[in-house]
C-alpha cells in the first residue's frame, strides 16, 4: 500500500496499471474512517484488479461556495490512524490518494469550474446546504479525472449524495461504474458516520432513535397507510420530543428524490436532524408493497 499526493504520479500508476489489462476501483473518502468504509474497500477489490481509496476533505462542498465554514476547520483528520486501518485489513487497498487542497484546485476552488445536478441537488440535504452538492459533483468528477477509475463504491447511507453522483456520470458520459453498498450500523441501529465523533456517549445511544424513527414509518406504509405528510409530521414530533432538531423527514420517490406517490415502485424515507453538536442522516429505501 503506497501514499500518493500527486495527481502526476497517480496518473503514471493506473497508466502502468492500464497497460496491464487491469481494472482499477477508487473509493472517495473524506478520512476519519470506519467499518463502512473498509466495506467499501473491500467491495472495491471484489470488482477490480488495483484499488485506489482517496482521504481528501473537500472545501468545496462545506463553504456554500462563499467562504469556509466553521465545520470543515472542525471535521475529523485522522490521516494516519486511517492509514493503519486500511493496512490492517486483508483487502488492503493498493493507493492511498491523498492531495492537498492545492493539488486539487490550483486555481482555488472559489475559481474552479463546478458541475451541478439540477432537480436533485437543491432539496431535501441541498436546501439546508446550499452548493453542497455542487462541491460533492466537482470534487467528485475531479477523482474520477485524476484516477481513472473502471468502478467506484460510495455508501447509501448518503443516499442523495448517491443520486447526485449517478446522474451526473450518466449525464457526462463518464466511463465509470458507481457501486451503492448498504449503510453499516452500529450495534444499537446508529448508522455509522464520521460525523458520530461529535456525540457524546449518551447521545450516541439516543441517537439510534433516528433509524427506529424510519423503520415506524416503513411500518406504517407496509401496513397500508398511505398519508405520507401525516407519517412525516408524526416521524418530525417524535424526534423533536427525544430532543432532535429535525431539518426534514420525507418520504419520496427512490429514483429521483420527487414527491412520493401511491403508483411509485419504490420509495425512499429520508431524514436530517441534529442531535447536539452532530447533524445525522439516514434512510430507508423500500419497494412499494401494492
Excluded at 1 to 14: D, P, Q, S, Y
Excluded at 81 to 109: T, W
Excluded at 199 to 222: N, W
Aim: net charge negative; proline share 4%; with cysteine.
Amino acid at each position: 500500500m503506497k501514499t500518493i499526493n500527486t495527481v502526476a504520479e497517480l496518473r503514471t500508476t493506473v497508466a502502468r496499471w492500464r497497460a496491464n489489462g487491469e481494472r482499477v476501483a477508487l473509493v472517495p473518502t473524506m478520512g476519519n474512517l470506519h467499518a463502512g468504509h473498509l466495506q467499501l474497500v473491500e467491495q472495491a477489490k471484489k470488482n477490480a484488479n488495483r484499488v485506489i481509496v482517496s482521504i481528501f476533505v473537500n472545501p468545496m462542498q462545506f463553504s456554500n461556495l462563499n467562504g469556509d465554514s466553521g465545520d470543515f476547520e472542525r471535521y475529523p483528520r485522522t490521516f494516519e490512524d486511517d492509514c493503519k486501518k486500511l493496512s490492517a485489513i486483508d483487502y488492503q487497498p493498493d493507493i492511498i490518494f491523498a492531495p492537498s487542497v492545492q493539488a486539487m484546485y490550483p486555481a482555488g476552488f472559489k475559481r474552479e469550474t463546478r458541475i451541478e445536478v439540477p432537480e436533485i441537488s437543491n432539496i431535501l440535504c441541498g436546501e439546508f446546504r446550499p452548493g453542497h452538492f455542487v462541491g460533492v459533483a466537482t470534487v467528485v468528477a475531479k477523482l474520477f479525472n485524476m484516477a481513472q477509475p473502471d468502478v467506484a463504491v460510495f455508501g447509501e447511507k448518503d443516499f442523495q449524495q448517491l443520486l447526485v453522483i449517478r446522474r451526473f456520470v450518466t449525464d457526462l458520459c463518464f466511463p465509470v461504474e458507481i457501486i451503492g453498498m448498504p449503510t453499516v450500523r452500529e450495534k444499537n441501529g446508529l448508522a455509522m458516520s464520521s460525523r458520530n465523533a461529535y456525540l457524546s456517549s449518551e447521545e450516541r445511544e439516543r441517537a439510534a432513535t433516528l433509524y427506529q424513527t424510519l423503520q415506524q414509518a416503513q411500518q406504517q406504509i407496509e401496513a397500508g397507510e398511505r398519508d405520507f405528510a401525516m407519517i412525516q409530521t408524526q416521524a418530525t414530533a417524535k424526534l423533536e420530543k427525544t430532543g432532535f432538531r429535525p431539518e426534514y423527514f420525507e418520504i419520496r420517490r427512490a429514483q429521483d428524490l420527487q414527491a412520493a406517490t401511491d403508483t411509485d415502485k419504490q420509495w425512499v424515507i429520508l431524514a436530517a436532524a441534529w442531535l447536539g453538536e452532530a447533524r445525522l442522516i439516514d434512510n430507508i429505501v423500500m419497494e412499494s408493497p401494492d
